[in-house]
T-cell receptor, first 115, second 112 residues
């Protein structure tokens, strides 16, 4: 699936580094999402943007800072992370129309390791 | 707290058999239900979506929904080794809701 792309695919960073994850969707969708997937835990929704406006922030620590400059691009800025933040970070997009049938499509993910 | 429960498995079935994956959810107001397949090291890929009670078939896959029992299942007929993956059940509440609640997934192994 090339409709949602993410870079980088792998990232290793120290606890004092600052880095950014990038997501781009080519599906013409109006909503974008950041998820965190850790081993043995369900996918956790972190942030939702609809028409560039943040609509949900599920109690995510401030060391994660999202940015959505337009409906096709989404960033996740990382700073002073902890080793427990090591996980697969997934971006998704969907077309939200107010009905039941908006389906989320996922990008390939960024495997993040915090040393 | 909205919850989605799945048997973590692993579920092992022989090649050619029917694999049955089950999911229960706690939010009675849930309206949309999705099955995703996730290969090891890859991202989730949509397999099926279902919104109404009953069965929905797509090729070898059949999704079944029973809202009264708060239960959704996925049947895979003629299972192939390439079906070996983790299957994630996801549930969305209400029209216009953004929140997808995922289960932990069931790992399926299809034995040649």
């Amino acid at each position: 699936e090339t409709g949602v792309t993410q870079t980088p695919r792998h990232l290793v960073m120290g606890m004092t580094n600052k880095k950014s994850l990038k997501c781009e969707q080519h599906l013409g969708h109006n909503a974008m999402y950041w998820y965190k997937q850790s081993a043995k835990k369900p996918l956790e929704l972190m942030f939702v943007y609809n028409f560039k406006e943040q609509t949900e922030n599920n109690s995510v620590p401030s060391r994660f800072s999202p940015e959505c400059p337009n409906s096709s691009h989404l960033f996740l800025h990382l700073h002073t992370l902890q080793p427990e933040d090591s996980a697969l970070y997934l971006c998704a997009s969907s077309q939200v129309s107010g009905g039941f049938e908006d389906t989320q499509y996922f990008g390939p993910g960024t495997r993040l390791t915090v040393l | 707290q909205k919850e989605v429960e799945q048997n973590s498995g692993p579920l092992s079935v022989p090649e050619g058999a029917i694999a049955s994956l089950n999911c229960t959810y706690s939010d009675r107001g849930s309206q949309s239900f999705f099955w995703y397949r996730q290969y090891s090291g890859k991202s989730p890929e949509l397999i099926m979506s279902i919104y109404s009670n009953g069965d929905k078939e797509d090729g070898r896959f059949t999704a079944q929904l029973n809202k009264a029992s708060q239960y959704v299942s996925l049947l895979i007929r003629d299972s192939q080794p390439s079906d070996s993956a983790t299957y994630l059940c996801a549930v969305k509440s209400g029209a216009g809701s953004y929140q997808l609640t995922f289960g932990k997934g069931t790992k399926l192994s299809v034995i040649p």
